[in-house]
């Protein structure tokens, strides 16, 4: 059984920085596309971050161009968004993705895409 597992979240304040962690159990993080998104209250939930099965290929949201990165440790079966000079307007709930199928050309970013999902870690940027 697949479990994608969020930690790190937390209450910070503007500027600050935070890494997110995505675990997998169940298999391995190494031959799959995985990606993060985001929902704030009453928003639809948004694509924030994304990484190709090479683990090079990565794609980024305008929003958090040059402030957000993600990455991935194949030994420890996790995949990471660190996320620098954060806003208030970055405050939401962050949910970790997964896929393990050919993902079609230029449809990373679309939550239908994926078919596995962690449960959420809240973020919460202060002014």
């Known amino acids: 059984q697949v479990q994608l597992v969020e930690s790190g979240g937390g209450f910070v304040q503007a500027g600050d920085s935070l890494r997110l962690s995505c675990t997998v159990s169940?298999?391995?993080?190494?031959?799959?596309?995985m990606a993060w998104f985001r929902q704030a209250p009453g928003k639809e939930r948004e694509f924030v971050e994304s990484?190709?099965?090479?683990?090079?290929?990565?794609y980024s949201a305008d929003s958090v161009k040059g402030r957000f990165s993600i990455s991935r440790d194949n030994a420890k079966n996790t995949v990471y968004l660190q996320m620098n000079t954060l806003k208030p307007e970055d405050t939401a709930v962050y949910y970790c993705?997964?896929?393990?199928?050919?993902?079609?050309?230029?449809?990373?970013?679309?939550?239908?895409?994926?078919?596995?999902w962690g449960q959420g870690t809240q973020v919460t940027v202060s002014s």
């Open positions: 993705a997964a896929r393990w199928a050919p993902m079609p050309s230029g449809r990373d970013m679309y939550t239908s895409s994926y078919n596995y």
């Open positions: 990484i190709r099965i090479s683990g090079t290929d990565t």
């Open positions: 169940g298999r391995s993080v190494s031959n799959t596309f």
